[in-house]
């Protein structure tokens, strides 16, 4: 067959296809691009990302499909930049098993779970870049520091690879702050002999502003590798303003993470522009796919 005429079936295929979709005539020459008619209320990409259009061309005899390579581009800088969080009490099996599947499947930098799931992770994510990470005195940060290094240690034995702490608030704001620096130089050096990172936990929310400075300071000289606003169980989460003063307080060569109520794009770029390095997020996989739709938009 020559490519004229594979050209030409394409054609032919695509018009049915319309037809028998009750497509209006008017509107065949746009071809599939029209997702309010073919697709009421989808914001998806025809074809790449668009299982109900594929599916129809596929039905209707094609055996190949070709589209943009910009029409799913999700940027891969944008991605890793994102710890992808699961983190409710409530999570099933098949709930990590599908967070583990779209890290992999986007490029996230990590995927962060209850340390009950890390073996399950760590299984899933075996030989990939996507990075295990885990949550230990979580939510409360006031576990004692013994409880928390052999959480931590527990943790990397089963595969994590990245530590997010709570730090322990309470002694923060009764001002005992050898304490909060003895309790995270503790899961620091056992994340460190491992080759694990630490992100420390601050819960901005119950802070002041001069708190939040001594608690990054103090996570800084405990050699932490980042700072984190929030659990996402506390009354805030994540603000601009608060990753600006963490990003001042602890310069350029430490990471800021942050978490907490960042559920657009728009938010992850505030985040980013404020001094973010990582981003904690559940709606991830909403966050990327914006950004390949804004990218193809300009395209």
Known sequence: ?????????????????????????????????????????CTQRCVQTCAKKSAAIVAAGADRITASATVTRVDPVLAGMIDHTL???????????????????????????????????????????????????????ATSTESKRAETEAALQAGAQEIDMVLNVGALRS?????????????????????????VILETALLDDPQKTTACRLAKEARADFVKTSTGFAKGGATVADIRLMRQTVGPEMGVKASGGIRSLD?????????ATRIGASASVKIVEAAAGAATDAY
Not at 113 to 140: H, M
């Open 1 to 41: 067959m020559t490519q004229a005429e594979v050209d030409q079936l394409v054609a032919e295929i695509g018009s049915e296809l319309l037809r028998r979709l009750k497509v209006p005539q008017a509107l065949r020459g746009e071809g599939l691009n029209i997702a309010d008619t073919v697709c009421p209320d």
């Open 175 to 199: 001002g005992d702050h050898e304490a909060v620096k003895r309790d995270i130089a503790a899961v620091v050096e056992a994340a460190h002999s491992r080759g694990a990172i630490v992100k």
């Open 267 to 275: 938010d992850l770029q505030s985040m980013a522009a404020a001094g």
């Open 87 to 141: 983190l409710k009490p409530e999570a099933t099996a098949s709930e990590i098993a599908k967070v583990c599947e779209e890290a992999l499947k986007y490029g996230f930098a990590s995927v962060c779970v209850n340390p009950y799931w890390v073996p399950k992770v760590a299984a899933a994510l075996r030989g990939s870049k996507v990075k295990v990470c885990t949550v230990i005195g979580f939510p409360l940060g």
